[in-house]
C-alpha cells in the first residue's frame, strides 16, 4: 500500500536515524506526530542540517534557489581536472556541459569540502519537479549514492535524482536515541494524526552495507600470537575451529571476540602451523537477507591456502614462502602480444615425458614452460594470459575446469597442486610464474570477481553484504551463474583489492584480466587501477566489460583498463564473410579512437577467446561450423584474419592453438571439455604453414619497422590514409605514417575479402620504391621473391581473398 507520509527511513548508527517525509514540514516547531515501535524506546527528534539532506539528495531549496551539491566522498576516482555540471530535464541535459550556470565550483558546506552551484527555482518553469544529474566535462556521468532517498530509475539502466519543490530539505529530520539500539531488531517508526496512520521500518542495510574495518583480515602474526580476524557485521557469535589432521580429529574450538567495526578477532599461540581451520557463525535469520546456519563450516574468505575447494583453510605462517622476487619487468602496453591459454591445454599433450597427474600440476605447467617444446615461445607472443587459477569449484582433481567459479581469492587452486593439504599450491603457483618469466611472458591472470561457486563462504557470512540482491532479498543474476557479488560494498571492494595485491607480491604477477567486469564497476574497477599502481606501476589490467547487464567498454575510457573489444571481434567475421564495410574496419584499424579509447592500448583486439565458438568453427564452410578439416578459403580467410589482427593498432591477442587452427569440432561451449580442449600438437605440424605466417607477423610487428603499428599514443589526424576498392567494392588499402610523423619509414596494407579481383588506387601515395614483404600466404622480411601482388598503374590489384603488405623507406 503506498504510504502518504514517509519518503524513507534509516540508521545511521546504533543511535541516530534519518528520517524522509514525503514533504516539507514548516511548522517551526517540532511536534511531529511520530511515535517508535517498540514505543520503550525514548528518542529525541531535530532537523537534519542542509549537509545532511544534500550529501544523500544532491540538493537543498533556499531562498528561491535550487543548491546543487556534489559530495566528492562519494566519487573517491573523480578526476581533480574535470569540471562538473549539473544536468536535467530543465537544461537539456548534455546541452547543460560548458554552461557556465551550470557549474559547480568547489565550497565548504557545514565544515565539509563540497562542490556547488545554485540555480533559481524558476528553472522548473511551472513543474514541480523533475530529475537531474551531474556530468562531467568529459561528459562522464556520475552515479547517483544508491542510498539517496530521492533516487528513482532512468531508461537507461541507470538512475537519477528527482527533485521536488515540496521536499526542499525541510523534509527531513534526525532521529536520536540515547542508547545503542540492536539493529538486527525490526524499529518502526509510525506516524499518527487526524489525517494518517501510517508506518514504515527503519531500514538498518544503509549502515550495514556502510561498515568497515580497516584492520588486518585472515590470519596476521602479532608478537607471539596469530590473531585470526573475520569481517562478519550482523553476526551475533563467531567460533573458530582449529584441527591438525584433515579427519579433524582432536579439533579445539575457541569464541572469537567482536569489535565495534563489525569485524571479530582472537589471539593464539603460535603453535597453529599448518594446522586446518574453519569458522562457524550464528546469527539472526529473517526476512531472507541473510542466513546464519551455526552448524555450517565456512572458510575463511582471506584464507592463504585450502586443502580443496569445500577447505578447510590452511594456517600458513607468513615465513613460510619468500615472496617472488625475480626482476621481471613486463613489456609495455603498446609492445603487449597476448596468448589466452588454459594450463592444461597446453600440457596435456605435450611430447615432453610426464606422468598424466603431472601434466594436471604446476610443477608440470613449469616444466612446460622452461623446455625447448614452448611452442608460445617459438609463436613470438610476449604475455600469457591464463585462465582463473584462484580456488574454484571441483569435484575431482581430474576434473577439467576452466575455473569461472571461484571460492576463494587468495589460495592458488588447490586441483592443481602436487600436495593441496600441505599447501604446496602456494610454492607450486610462484614456480610457474617464475618459469613464465624465465620464458620471457609476463604473466596475466584472469580473476573472476562477478560471482562465487560453491561453497559459497560469502554467502554464509553475510549475503546481504556481500550480494546484489532484489527486492525480496532473492540474489540477482546478470553474471548468469545465480549470483552478483556487490563489489561497491567496503569490505567486499577491500577483499579484492587485498587478494590482487597479494597475487602481485607474494606471486610477481604482472597484470589481470576481470571477468564481467560490468558487475564491478566503473568506479570500483578505477580504485582498484588506484591501489594497484602504489605497488606496481607497470600493472597490466584488462577488462572484460560487460554481463548480462550492460556494457561499460566506453565509461572505462577515464581509467587506466585496456578493454577486450567484442565489436572487433564480431567485425573480423562480417567483414570476411562478405558483410563488414572497409570503412568500418578503419575505426578498428585505428586503434578504436574516440567511440571506445583514448589511447590504442586501451582495446585488446582479438577473434577468438576461451568462450563461445572458436574461430575455425566460426569461419569455416563446413557444416554443422566443424573446422577441424578446413577448406581452402577457411584457411585464407584467416590468414587474413590475422594479418588485420596483427596489424591494427592495439593490443593483440590470439587464443591458444588459434596459428595452427584449432578446432571444438563445432561444439560450442567447452568448459568442462579437457578433451576438446587441450592442444592437438600434431596440427602444429599440419599447419605449419599457418603457424609460420603468425610468427612472422608477430615479429614483424615487435620489430624496428612494427614501432608504426605499436603507438603508445593516439597518432596524429594525417598519420593514416585510406583507400577504398574501386566501384565500391570492399578491399581497403591503408599507409601507416603517411604524414612522416614518426620518421621516414611507412607501411602500405591492403586487404580484399571478397570473391572476385579489386583494384585500389592509392591516391596520391606513390607505390614505387615499395618492397612487398607479404601476401595471405607468405611473409618475408627481405622481401617476396616471386608471385608478386600487380601494381600497375598506382593501383593495388588484389586477387580474390587476399591481401599484402609493403614497406616503403627502410
Known amino acids: 500500500m503506498e504510504n502518504n507520509v514517509f519518503l524513507r527511513a534509516f540508521w545511521e548508527s546504533p543511535k541516530s536515524a534519518l528520517i524522509f517525509l514525503k514533504q516539507d514540514w514548516d511548522a517551526e516547531y517540532l511536534r511531529l506526530p511520530l511515535f517508535l515501535d ?15 539532506v544534500a550529501r544523500l539528495s544532491g540538493y537543498f531549496i ?63 518553469g511551472d513543474a514541480f519537479s523533475s530529475c537531474f544529474r551531474f556530468v562531467t566535462s568529459k561528459h562522464r556521468w556520475l552515479s547517483v549514492p544508491e542510498f539517496a532517498p530521492n533516487l528513482v530509475p532512468n531508461r537507461y539502466q541507470g538512475s537519477d535524482f528527482s527533485l521536488n519543490l515540496k521536499q526542499s530539505g525541510r523534509h527531513v529530520f534526525r532521529l536520536k536515541i540515547n542508547e545503542e539500539i540492536n539493529l538486527q531488531r525490526y524499529v518502526k517508526i509510525h506516524w499518527r494524526d487526524a489525517q494518517f496512520d501510517e508506518a514504515i521500518t527503519i531500514s538498518n542495510a544503509e549502515f550495514y552495507l556502510s561498515m568497515c574495518s580497516d584492520l588486518p583480515m585472515g590470519i596476521t602474526g602479532e608478537g607471539e600470537c596469530w590473531v585470526f580476524r573475520l569481517f562478519a557485521p550482523r553476526a551475533k557469535r563467531v567460533m573458530l575451529e582449529l584441527f591438525k589432521t584433515i579427519k579433524q580429529e582432536n579439533r579445539e574450538r575457541f569464541e572469537l571476540n567482536c569489535n565495534d567495526d563489525g569485524s571479530w578477532e582472537i589471539s593464539l599461540p603460535k603453535k597453529y602451523d599448518h594446522y586446518f581451520y574453519y569458522y562457524y557463525l550464528d546469527g539472526i535469520n529473517y526476512d531472507g537477507s541473510t542466513y546464519f546456519d551455526s552448524t555450517n563450516p565456512v572458510v575463511d574468505p582471506y584464507a592463504k591456502a585450502m586443502a580443496s575447494s569445500e577447505g578447510p583453510g590452511i594456517v600458513i605462517p607468513p615465513e613460510a614462502s619468500e615472496p617472488l622476487r625475480d626482476g621481471f619487468h613486463p613489456p609495455l602496453w603498446h609492445d603487449l602480444v597476448i596468448a589466452e591459454v588454459h594450463m592444461r591445454d597446453l600440457v596435456t599433450n ?10 594436471q600440476q604446476y610443477p608440470g605447467i613449469s616444466k612446460w614452460l622452461r623446455s625447448k617444446t614452448n611452442y608460445l615461445r617459438q609463436l613470438g607472443v610476449n604475455a600469457l594470459e591464463f585462465q582463473p587459477l584462484h580456488e574454484f569449484e571441483y569435484k575431482s582433481k581430474d576434473e577439467y575446469h576452466w575455473g569461472y567459479m571461484p571460492v576463494n581469492y587468495f589460495s592458488p587452486a588447490s586441483a592443481n597442486a602436487k600436495f593441496p593439504k600441505k599447501g604446496s599450491q602456494i610454492e607450486g603457483f610462484k614456480e610457474m610464474v617464475k618459469a613464465c618469466h624465465e620464458a620471457g611472458f609476463a604473466f596475466i591472470l584472469d580473476v573472476v570477481y562477478n560471482h562465487i561457486g560453491s561453497p559459497n563462504a560469502l554467502h554464509a557470512i553475510d549475503k546481504h553484504y556481500y550480494f546484489e540482491l532484489d527486492s525480496n532479498f532473492n540474489m540477482t543474476n546478470w553474471s548468469g551463474v545465480g549470483n552478483d557479488i556487490r563489489a561497491r560494498s567496503p569490505m567486499a571492494k577491500r577483499l579484492i583489492i587485498d587478494s590482487l595485491l597479494h597475487y602481485v607480491t607474494e606471486y610477481g604477477v604482472d597484470g589481470f584480466r576481470f571477468d564481467l567486469a560490468e558487475l564491478i564497476g566503473r568506479n570500483v574497477l578505477a580504485e582498484i587501477e588506484t591501489e594497484l599502481k602504489k605497488v606496481k606501476k607497470s600493472i597490466i589490467l584488462i577488462a572484460e566489460p560487460w554481463s548480462f547487464r550492460g556494457h561499460i567498454a566506453e565509461k572505462l575510457k ?21 558483410n563488414g564495410s572497409p570503412l568500418e574496419f578503419t575505426y578498428y584499424l585505428k586503434g578504436s579512437p574516440v567511440g571506445l579509447t583514448r589511447f590504442p592500448a586501451q582495446t585488446v583486439n582479438y577473434s577468438e577467446s576461451h ?11 563446413n557444416p554443422d561450423k566443424d573446422g577441424s578439416v578446413p577448406t581452402f578459403n577457411d584457411i585464407r580467410r584467416t590468414h587474413l584474419m590475422f594479418s588485420m589482427l596483427l596489424l591494427s593498432l592495439g593490443i593483440p591477442m590470439i587464443s591458444e592453438g588459434q596459428d595452427f587452427l584449432r578446432s571444438k569440432h563445432g561444439v560450442r561451449n567447452t568448459y568442462q571439455r579437457g578433451d576438446i580442449n587441450a592442444l592437438d600438437y600434431n596440427r602444429l605440424i599440419t ?3 599457418t603457424h609460420d605466417y603468425v610468427r612472422k607477423l608477430i615479429a614483424f610487428r615487435l620489430s624496428a619497422e612494427g614501432h608504426l603499428l605499436r603507438q603508445e599514443f593516439p597518432p596524429s589526424d594525417d598519420y593514416f590514409t585510406f583507400n577504398f576498392g574501386e566501384n565500391g567494392g570492399r578491399s581497403l588499402g591503408v599507409v601507416y605514417n603517411a604524414d612522416f610523423s614518426k620518421g621516414g619509414g611507412q607501411i602500405v596494407f591492403a586487404i580484399n575479402p571478397s570473391a572476385q579481383t579489386e583494384y585500389i588506387h592509392m591516391g596520391p601515395f606513390s607505390m614505387n620504391d615499395t618492397l612487398q614483404i607479404a601476401d595471405h600466404f607468405r611473409f618475408e622480411r627481405s622481401g617476396l621473391q616471386s608471385a608478386r601482388i600487380r601494381i600497375v598503374d598506382g593501383k593495388i590489384e588484389l586477387p580474390p581473398v587476399s591481401c599484402g603488405v609493403w614497406l616503403k623507406g627502410y
Open 38 to 52: 517498540p514505543d520503550s524506546i525514548n528518542f529525541e527528534l531535530d532537523r537534519a542540517p542542509c549537509f545532511d
Open 62 to 124: 533556499e531562498d528561491g534557489k535550487i543548491r546543487f551539491v556534489v559530495d566528492p566522498a562519494h566519487h573517491p576516482t573523480l578526476d581533480p581536472n574535470e569540471k562538473i555540471f549539473v544536468a536535467g530535464e530543465f537544461n537539456g541535459w548534455q546541452d547543460a556541459v560548458d554552461q557556465e550556470q551550470y557549474l559547480l565550483k568547489p565550497f565548504e558546506l557545514a565544515g565539509h569540502p563540497v562542490f556547488v552551484v545554485d540555480v533559481p527555482v524558476s528553472v522548473l
Open 350 to 359: 605435450s611430447k615432453l615425458p610426464m606422468s598424466r597427474t603431472e601434466r
Open 558 to 578: 577515464s581509467t587506466g583498463f585496456t578493454s577486450w573489444n567484442d565489436r572487433y571481434r564480431e567485425f573480423f567475421l562480417s567483414y570476411l564473410k562478405g
Open 611 to 621: 568462450d563461445d565458438y572458436c574461430w575455425m568453427d566460426m569461419i569455416t564452410e
Open 687 to 689: 599447419f605449419s604453414n
